[in-house]
């Protein structure tokens, strides 16, 4: 199922990898504070860093024809 993550799902990810979300953004180049407030609903990520780090965890397309997967971003015509 391709799909954009939710906030929920996302910090599901990390519980289930073990992955340290301040580690995942410092690795990403994110400040850990702005992953967090994405996690947390605290912002939506509209621009700049939070809207890069929205991407980054698959809350947010980078634009209509693009699809999410855990792993990476493909476009949707690749699909097919």
Known sequence: ?????????????FRQTGIPVAAWAKAHGFDPSVVYAL???RTRG????AH???IA???????PADVV???LLIRREELT
């Open 1 to 13: 199922d391709l799909r954009v993550r939710t906030p929920e799902e996302a910090q599901a990810w």
């Open 57 to 63: 965890l698959g809350l947010k397309l980078t634009r």
């Open 52 to 54: 890069q780090a929205a």
């Open 39 to 41: 996690l947390n609903r």
């Open 46 to 49: 509209h621009r700049g860093k």
């Open 69 to 71: 997967t855990p792993a």
